[in-house]
């Protein structure tokens, strides 16, 4: 999708942007802190215009193109489960990790990727900055925050699987349970 492709006003509601622009959220709270929880947050109703004036963004077209070039990462971000089970089969050198809340026992997994140590950050961070990741989770949306999260963290070889493993097991993979 190119910026021309992708028609966001500053007089659109943020429910509408997000309908044109699914990261336009994440962007936002990723660059500018706006957001992300209910102190910096807006509402669905709440124009582009009137979030930044509210947050102080004096350059609405840089937010614009901010929301912008974040559908464009996304998009690069995702990876189709295929090709994944590709690297897997051939041995890739990458961690695949499960970021599905441990506690939810009814959630399917897929038993190639480890689930995320949310006690122990450190075992992801001191990883050198181009080390392979690859997130799942049950339909693509949470994988795809915690890869931009690691993509702001200066790592430069992240994917999320496009889907989840909702897609991975539709693809016809019979490693899911």
């Known amino acids: 999708m190119t910026e021309t492709q992708l028609e966001i006003q500053p007089e659109m509601t943020m429910e509408a942007i997000m309908e044109v622009a699914p990261s336009a959220q994440r962007a936002l709270f990723q660059r500018y802190h706006v957001g992300g929880c209910s102190s910096c947050g807006f509402q669905p109703t709440d124009t582009l215009a009137q979030v930044c004036k509210d947050h102080n963004?004096?350059?609405?077209?840089?937010?614009?193109?901010?929301?912008?070039?974040?559908?464009?990462?996304?998009?690069?971000?995702q990876i189709d489960a295929g090709r994944?089970?590709?690297?897997?089969?051939?041995?890739?050198?990458?961690?695949?990790?499960?970021?599905?809340?441990?506690?939810?026992?009814?959630?399917?997994?897929?038993?190639?990727?480890e689930l995320l140590d949310y006690n122990n950050s450190a075992k992801y961070m001191e990883q050198?900055?181009?080390?392979r990741f690859v997130f799942i989770c049950a339909d693509g949306d949470r994988s795809?925050?915690?890869?931009?999260?690691?993509?702001?963290?200066g790592f430069t070889d992240v994917k999320a699987v496009r889907g989840g493993v909702k897609a991975w097991m539709e693809s016809g993979d019979s490693s899911a349970s």
């Open 57 to 77: 963004l004096l350059d609405v077209n840089e937010v614009v193109n901010t929301i912008v070039l974040s559908e464009q990462v996304d998009k690069t971000t």
């Open 84 to 113: 994944v089970r590709e690297w897997l089969a051939s041995g890739e050198e990458f961690t695949f990790i499960d970021v599905q809340p441990p506690s939810d026992e009814e959630l399917a997994r897929v038993e190639s990727a």
């Open 128 to 131: 050198e900055k181009d080390h």
């Open 144 to 153: 795809l925050d915690v890869a931009s999260y690691f993509i702001g963290h």
